[in-house]
């Protein structure tokens, strides 16, 4: 039954809706489904990750392209009848949703695997400090309070920043090279372009560099540890304020205020962030050679990871929308 599993299953691959559900007829009638799924399930993962897919990255591609269930499926850690048990799902149509999954694995191109981000002898982010920084962006994201969550935001940021300066210095104590990592986050449905503007302008404030893959749902940051860390905790945080500030008041508005809302909500930021962390880094002398040698990993890995990049431009359309998107920002500012 395994065998022909595997069969039906490639021919779903290649096929449409209808060898889907042969395939799910053949799954859901094995007596040991579990087992054939189970190892169906390990060889795909374990192909993808030939390609350069890590398991969050599947299990956020099951979502943008499939739905809530699947990423549930993708993410599960016990078998596909406990699955369809906590789901109340009959097998056929647990079966369905399993052979659905596996053929957006089997489809996926190749993309560039991913580097460890921390070299010996640099220390990571505590997670005394990692839970005080959540702690601070979670204040400033709930609090209706502009100037509170502003002094909030900036308090983290200030940790974050002040953090990636002791590595910084750490790592220039080395002898060792300072490499750099990356680290994939998604940029999700609607306005990716302008959501990826924003991490690229929190990236470029925190010493790193974005690299948007719009067709796959996220951009590729190269940076050092620590300096990841803090583009992805204040990414999150900023788009969770973006999207309050900009809900705040009137509930209908056009596409084109939103986006624009956006693209200048993340000008703005990337202005006051690189403010910031210029102010940051003036406080502390001799800081300059560490930081070059940071820049140079950063450039170097990104071009190996990235050898060819286009550049996209985004337009604003609706002034009001603009408008309001800096005035967002200017409450959100973290200098």
């Not at 299990?59 to 699955?83: D, I, Y």
């Not at 940076?223 to 905790?233: K, R, S, T, Y």
């Not at 431009?313 to 200098?335: F, I």
Request: with cysteine; glycine share 6%; proline share 4%.
């Amino acid at each position: 039954m395994e065998e022909n599993f595997g069969d039906v299953l490639a021919r779903a691959v290649r096929g449409g809706a209808d060898d889907v559900d042969v395939a799910a007829s053949v799954l859901a009638a094995a007596a040991d489904w579990d087992a054939v799924a189970a190892r169906s399930a390990e060889g795909a993962v374990r192909d993808c990750g030939r390609r350069g897919w890590q398991p969050q990255d599947l299990v956020r591609m099951a979502a943008r392209e499939l739905g809530p269930l699947h990423q549930r499926l993708a993410a599960a850690e016990g078998g596909l009848g406990a699955f369809a048990r906590a789901e109340r799902l009959d097998r056929f149509s647990a079966a369905t949703a399993y052979v659905e999954l596996l053929c957006l694995y089997a489809r996926l191109p190749a993309i560039p695997a991913l580097l460890a981000a921390a070299p010996p002898g640099e220390a990571a982010a505590p997670p005394k400090m990692l839970a005080r920084i959540r702690a601070l962006l979670a204040k400033a994201e709930s609090t209706g309070y502009p100037d509170e969550a502003e002094a909030l935001s900036a308090k983290a940021q200030h940790l974050m920043a002040r953090h990636s300066i002791d590595a910084a210095l750490l790592a220039a104590s080395h002898e060792h090279p300072d490499a750099a990592g990356a680290r994939r986050i998604g940029v999700d449905r609607p306005y990716e372009g302008a959501k990826a503007l924003l991490l690229d302008a929190v990236a470029e404030a925190n010493r790193c560099q974005s690299v948007w893959s719009s067709e796959l749902g996220f951009s590729t940051v190269v940076g050092h540890a620590p300096d990841l860390d803090a583009v992805e905790l204040l990414y999150t945080s900023l788009l969770v304020q973006a999207d309050r500030a900009l809900h705040r008041g009137r509930t209908s508005r056009s596409r084109d205020f939103r986006e624009s809302f956006l693209i200048a909500y993340a000008s703005r930021i990337r202005a006051r962030l690189t403010a910031a962390t210029a102010e940051e880094e003036s406080a502390t002398p001799g800081l300059l050679p560490a930081l070059v040698s940071r820049a140079l990993a950063v450039e170097d890995t990104t071009r190996r990871l990235f050898p060819t990049t286009t550049t996209s431009r985004l337009k604003a359309r609706d002034a009001a929308g603009w408008q309001h998107g800096e005035d967002a920002a200017d409450s959100a500012r973290l200098r």
